[in-house]
């Protein structure tokens, strides 16, 4: 998928999205990261461990193949393991705005605002 | 052991879809490797490193599973059906084979701890002796080619029964000459050598070898370079090199340290540092710190019958050992017919080893036989844990019976039983693996002095996979009676049985019955090893030596070669030093001797006996030489038998004496009276010696050894009829003081009458003895350790089966006792049980104990490797074991009510 299709599709094709996918998303919006970064950085951001090696390699394939992730290039002059680093592609960014933006009208309604404040 | 849980892992993400794999499964494998080291770092401990990486891959393990096998099935639903590939219904049916496993061992918890505990204790045993015998044996020299490197060594003909020994210099000479079988040869000779300035502060052993021996090794210095063969020139001034530990311990691994000059020679030459060899560089072995030229004179040899070096030669490319020992033979020849006058009788013989072989080649034994006894740990445990799993199998029977009933093939079912046992088999090897790092440790620390190669035994990967696949056998092994008799156990029986577990049973209860029997076997079988190991040491406790280590301290000393360079100064300096240790408070007598016995070598000296003509050296006797102040006798206890010991008046220009040993004198004067028979040391030109006493034998070499022929020469005479009074003595001093009071007493003694003399070796002569036999003990502990094991499973063995015997009989026993038996007879009959098959089991290990007895042959000393009385012993001590196991199981038969029986039937 190149990137003028991705300018043209409609990111709601992919809502809902499953909880780990849209964590994988967020986690690779804002710097490119290799696999156990993503993993690393779930832990830090949540504080226990919500990712594990297998799955999250299952999710990297199915949102690469969807286009919504994507690998890059970063050098890494200090490590004596070459690994590969992934990010968040415009149309990822996109459907990732598009759950969050329905993750908060969902939150934001009457009903769970009730919930949240008990 | 991050090795092997990346190759692991990469099994595991086989299982992952092909084209899944090819995109993701080197990253994966990466991203693993990170997680693991991230997990090792947080560890400082090694064991806790070990754990962690264990854990971190057990986890990943699980969920790679389980992803591999939801992204099959997502594959699968984008596929046609057609192209389902094969091997996914095996991998789920393994899955869910583990998962029931785990199941079943979590629901018996007390099953699981002991069959797990067995098969860990068993596994970590083996892996521990394992690692040692791979450390020591298997893991090849640190050297370029070690397989090339050969030792060489000779025999003159003289003492033709006596063994291979070092070669003199004309010898070693023809090797490096003429050999076409070598392209390099090196010789070398140990000595010490003083750090620091005069004072002394440290000895160093250092090994003084040909330029080219340490080159011919392949490992280069980590700083510097090895010394030049112009530094190896007599008379060159002479270089050191230092071994790394060297350079870590006394120059805090100083960058600078080449050039530095505060290293002295014998003769108080300074030896300038050229070099330091790298981390794990040793050659011989660890005890060397630090290596100097040999610097032999080629032009000026020492005589051909002086056999101190040790020869250390690189074979050709494409020679074997045995085509270099064809030309070795023909050399020998050779020389033979070329000097007939020092290679007497069956003439000159050249040895070639493996120089592998040559360094650890004498723990070899030992340690196979505690490899083979681990191994029947090993089986033991296994027979131990087939046992209770034909025990739970009984109360599985119906469970598999309905599996079979609703459509599981007799294949299906063993294999999920093979799966459970492999599973139970990998959770034991796991608890193994730690047992075996503590083992490794504790080994490591009991392990006598003078183990080659001890620093090379580690739990590392070769270790590793030798456990898992001791794991995967037992596996199988404890597993397969069970689950060939369960998968062909006849259902409708069973569920006709309806549960119970009478009838059929019987079978199985035969099976175990054999089981036991094969417990047994084993049992004797390690058990009498261990009997005659311990009777062994006991022997060797009791053996007379000939002298008495009681509150005796030792001490070596190294007086300064400049100062003390004549026969004259030495005795003056030992005979003023020892008159000063003899004052002092609590100290009963003080001599010094050559050679200190059990504790070294000595000169095997060519000597002449009056009356009987020897034209060249190599007709002449030979035999070992002792140099002792008189007071030698009398600190050490040695007995006199005839005659006289020497005394204060026997000094340089008195008449010279000799005290010869009972062996040595009915070698040379047999059946006549020794006293005032004169002999002397090789060629007329010394004086002739009178034997002026005779002492009893004293075991100089080793406790087990048989005792030599000896001579003793009184240290004030050796320069006038003995070659020399040599300069580094032993001091020996009887004291009642313990060792710690007296230690430093000497010491100050001797630093107030000469501080530049440095001291080693100071111990008593009780450790001296101890350390001589500590590799006999050692082994022996072990043995007995797996001795004990071995009977103490055997019983518990033995305890299970008849306790199940009587529980499948009560109500047989019931209707028994109702009819009148009596419960005396109830108890005979069920001992009677126990007693049968654990003697057919002692039956069949006598005779596995007799077999395997020559393998043990050379390590037992004053009995028999046969000895009838240890194997009464052994068979006592199980036969008691198995009838006190199924007492308690026979006293509740005895017991039996025969009302609660017979109820119970119904």
Known sequence: MSNSDNMLTDPRQFLPLAPQDFQVLLLLSDQPLHGYGVVKASVDELGKATLELGSLYRIVSRMTKAGLIEDVQVDQPDSKRQRRYYRTTDLGRRVARAEALRLQALLGSERALVLLED | MPALSDRWVEFLIRLFP???????????????????????????????????????????SWHLLKSALEERRAENARRPPAFQPRNEHMIRTTMSDLKYGLRGLLKQPGFTAISTLTLALGVGA??????????????????????????????????????????????????????????????????????????????????????????????????????????????????????????????????????????????????????????????????????????????????????????????????????????????????????????????????????????????????????????FVVLMACVNVSNLLLARGETRKREIAIRNAVGASGRRLTQQLITENLLLAGVGGLFGIAVALVGTKVL????????????????????????????????????????????????????????????????????????????VTLAVVLASGAGLMLRSVRNMYDVDTGFSTE???????????????????????YEGLLDQIKALPGVNSASAVFSLPLAGGTNNWSILVEGREAATIGDAPAARVQLCTPEYFETLGLTLLRGRFFDENDVADSPPVVVISETMARTHWPNEDPLGKRMKVWDE??????????????????????????????????????????????????????????????????????????????????????????????????????????????????????????????????????????????????????????????????????????????????????????????????????????????????????????RIEN
């Not at chain 2, 020492?302 to 074979?315: G, I, P, T």
């Not at chain 2, 301290?553 to 300096?573: C, H, I, M, Q, W």
């Open chain 2, 126 to 375: 083996c892996t521990a002796i394992f690692s040692v015998v791979n450390g020591i044996l298997l893991t090849p020299l640190p050297y370029l080619s070690p397989d090339q490197l050969v030792s060489v060594r000779v025999n003159s003909g003289i003492d033709a029964d006596g063994g291979f020994y070092g070669t003199s210099e004309p010898e070693f000479w023809d090797f490096s000459s003429v050999a076409r079988s070598f392209v390099d040869v090196g010789a070398m000779s140990g000595t010490e050598v003083t750090l620091g300035d005069s004072t002394g502060v440290r000895r160093i052993r250092v090994l003084r070898t040909t330029a080219g021996t340490l080159p011919m090794l392949g490992v280069n210095p980590e700083l510097g370079r090895f010394f030049t063969p112009e530094e190896d020139l007599p008379g060159a001034a002479p270089t050191i090199v230092l071994s790394y530990g060297l350079w870590q311990t006394e120059f805090a691994g100083d960058p600078n340290v080449l050039g530095r000059t505060v290293i002295f020679d014998v003769i108080e030459q300074p030896l300038p540092i050229v070099g330091v060899m790298p981390a794990g560089f040793e050659f011989p072995d660890d005890t060397w710190e630090a290596w100097i030229p040999l610097s032999l004179n080629r032009e000026d040899p020492w005589a051909r019958n002086n056999h101190y070096l040790d020869v250390v030669a690189r074979l050709a490319p494409e020679i074997s050992l045995e085509e270099a020992q064809s030309e070795m033979n023909v050399l020998a020849a050779r020389s033979t017919t070329d000097y007939p006058e020092y290679y007497p009788g069956p003439g000159y013989r050249i040895r070639l080893d493996g120089f592998h072989e040559r360094i650890a080649g004498d723990v070899a034994t030992p340690l196979f036989v505690l490899l083979g006894a681990v191994g």
């Open chain 2, 444 to 519: 490591l620390a009991m392990a006598p002095s003078g183990i080659p190669r001890l620093g090379h035994v580690r739990i590392d990967g070769a270790v590793l996979v030798f456990s898992l696949l001791v794991s995967v056998a037992t596996g199988l092994l404890f597993g397969l009676v069970p689950a060939v008799q369960a998968a062909r156990s006849e259902l409708q029986e069973i569920l006709k049985e309806g549960g119970g577990a009478r009838g059929s049973s019987r079978t199985s209860h035969t099976l175990r019955r054999i089981l036991v029997a094969i417990q």
């Open chain 2, 551 to 573: 509150n005796v301290l030792t001490l070596r000393l190294n007086p300064s070669a400049t100062k003390y360079d004549t026969g004259e100064l030495r005795v003056a300096f």
């Open chain 2, 18 to 60: 092909e084209d899944f794999r090819h995109d993701y499964g080197a990253d994966l494998l990466s991203a693993f490797k990170d997680q693991r080291d991230d997990a090792s770092v947080r560890s400082r401990m090694e064991l806790g490193k070990h754990l962690k990486v264990a854990t971190t891959t057990t986890k990943v």
């Open chain 2, 685 to 902: 030109s010394w004086p002739w010696l009178e034997v002026i006493g005779v002492v009893k034998d004293v075991r100089h070499r080793s406790v087990d050894q048989e005792p030599r022929t000896w001579w003793y020469v009184p240290y004030s005479q050796g320069y006038v009829s003995a070659y020399y009074s040599p300069r580094n003595m032993n001091l020996t001093v009887h004291s009642e003081l313990e060792l710690e009071q007296l230690a430093p007493l000497v010491r100050n003694t001797i630093g107030g009458f000469d501080a530049s003399a440095p001291i080693s070796r100071l111990q008593s002569m009780d450790q001296v003895f101890a350390r001589s036999i500590n590799g006999a003990r050692f082994v022996t502990v072990l043995l007995a350790i797996f001795g004990l094991l071995a009977l103490f499973l055997a019983s518990v063995g033995v305890y299970g089966v008849i306790s199940y015997a009587v529980s499948l009989r009560t109500h047989e026993i019931g209707l028994r006792r109702a009819l009148g038996e009596s419960g005396k007879s109830v108890l005979g009959n069920v001992l009677r049980e126990g007693f049968v098959v654990s003697m057919i089991g002692v039956i069949l290990g006598l005779l596995g104990s007799l077999f395997l007895s020559r393998f043990i042959e050379t390590m037992v000393f004053g009995i028999a490797p046969t000895d009838p009385l240890t194997y009464t012993g052994v068979v006592a001590a199980l036969l008691a074991a198995a009838t006190g196991a199924s007492l308690l199981p026979a006293l509740r038969a005895s017991r039996v009510d025969p009302m609660v029986a017979l």
